[in-house]
T-cell receptor
Framework: SQTIHQWPATLVQPVGSPLSLECTVEGTSNPNLYWYRQAAGRGLQLLFYSVGIGQISSEVPQNLSASRPQDRQFILSSKKLLLSDSGFYLC??????????FGPGTRLTVL | GQQLNQSPQSMFIQEGEDVSMNCTSSSIFNTWLWYKQDPGEGPVLLIALYKAGELTSNGRLTAQFGITRKDSFLNISASIPSDVGIYFCAGLGSRLTFGEGTQLTVNP
């Protein structure tokens, strides 16, 4: 069966510091991968998605970037965090453009 | 772009009551999905609907794919405290579009 992991689970970072969140998927090949941000426990905002290694699509202009160095690894990064980057970050995978399955999330607090 | 209107935004009910929430769209979707998110966790897929008119149950949960392919509803019968959470609908067309969620609170 497929599983999706995210780490760290929680992170507290000062403004201006760099960021690296990691997501890995097991039990499937060539998944589509997604990064979402959720503010205040409500709607899901799609940040990036990837259909293959090195292929990244950005949905909204922002202070973040994403990379996919391996088939089942998706990384969310920032060079300098802003207060507004605080939130709950969710990684998801899907087989082609079908149902998405979410990871446990990373709670990021920028102080 | 495609947008989903999910209602209600929040519900406060007593344990044992039935719950109904729905999503509507101006666009047609090929698949409707319903997720539940517990506090501090990622959303979990509850029910997937693939055909217009389809009615699917998962325990006390029942969801339907509207005949026009532009709407879906989720019912929860005999609610219990662990039903608390945020419920999201999602429509799959060219991409997956999420509703804004329904926050459910169940009072014992």
């Amino acid at each position: 069966s497929q599983t999706i992991h995210q780490w760290p689970a929680t992170l507290v970072q000062p403004v201006g510091s760099p960021l690296s969140l990691e997501c890995t998927v097991e039990g499937t090949s060539n998944p589509n991968l997604y990064w979402y941000r959720q503010a205040a426990g409500r709607g899901l905002q799609l940040l990036f998605y990837s259909v293959g290694i090195g292929q990244i699509s950005s949905e909204v202009p922002q202070n973040l970037s994403a990379s996919r160095p391996q088939d089942r690894q998706f990384i969310l990064s920032s060079k300098k965090l802003l207060l507004s980057d605080s939130g709950f970050y969710l990684c998801a995978w899907s087989a082609l453009a079908n149902e998405q399955f979410f990871g446990p999330g990373t709670r990021l607090t920028v102080l | 772009g495609q947008q989903l209107n999910q209602s209600p935004q929040s519900m406060f009910i007593q344990e044992g009551e039935d719950v109904s929430m729905n999503c509507t769209s101006s666009s047609i979707f090929n698949t409707w999905l319903w997720y539940k998110q517990d506090p501090g966790e990622g959303p979990v897929l509850l029910i997937a609907l693939y055909k217009a008119g389809e009615l699917t149950s998962n325990g006390r949960l029942t969801a339907q794919f509207g005949i026009t392919r532009k709407d879906s509803f989720l019912n929860i019968s005999a609610s219990i405290p662990s039903d608390v959470g945020i419920y999201f609908c999602a429509g799959l067309g060219s991409r997956l579009t999420f509703g804004e969620g329904t926050q459910l609170t169940v009072n014992p």
